[in-house]
């Protein structure tokens, strides 16, 4: 998981925790779906697998019951790549059109344009680089509050319930 994801984790962890504190019970969960690709340096296709990858993330979150999927897609680019706004751009679009494909509605699909740094490169264990140049996360969009769906039997949340 990237240090962006971990820090979004941490920050509704964070709120959740405040909440608590000011105003007694609550009574949340996490409910998403997230996908990390690597794709080859200087590239902006997805592999079969990769669009394997999303589809499979994307039928889970088809199975929230009676919300529409809101997708916020980080299109990196390494710094040791070639042209880093232009990948970041084409990487988006290849991603959103595919995310268009599967029924996401272009209006629910935000792209980061990110410019990865070293700190975002994973050593494999003979030592070459692994960078997930593209994240995905899909969340649910709930008229009012995605509560509900902590205790829905069709839904699997990422956390658990915190309900004191």
């Known amino acids: ?54 589809a499979g993330a994307v039928g889970e979150a088809k199975k929230w019951p009676n919300v529409q999927i809101q997708a916020i897609v980080m299109a990196g680019a390494y710094i040791g790549e070639r042209n880093l706004e232009e990948l970041q751009d084409r990487r988006g679009q290849v991603v959103k059109a595919y995310l268009r494909k599967l029924g996401i509605r272009s209006e629910y699909i935000m792209i980061d344009p990110t410019t990865l740094t070293e700190g975002y490169v994973v050593k494999r264990r003979d030592g070459s680089p692994t960078v997930r140049q593209i994240e995905i996360e899909l969340t649910p969009i709930c008229k009012g509050s995605c509560a509900w769906m902590c205790d829905d039997p069709r839904v699997t949340p990422r956390s658990r319930v915190i309900n004191p």
């Open 1 to 54: 998981m990237s240090r962006r994801l971990n820090y979004r984790a941490g920050a509704v962890a964070a709120l959740l925790a405040i909440s608590l504190c000011f105003f007694g019970s609550v009574r949340a969960c996490t409910i998403g779906e997230n996908v990390a690709l690597e794709l080859p340096f200087n590239a902006t296709a997805l592999s079969t697998a990769d669009r394997r990858a999303i």
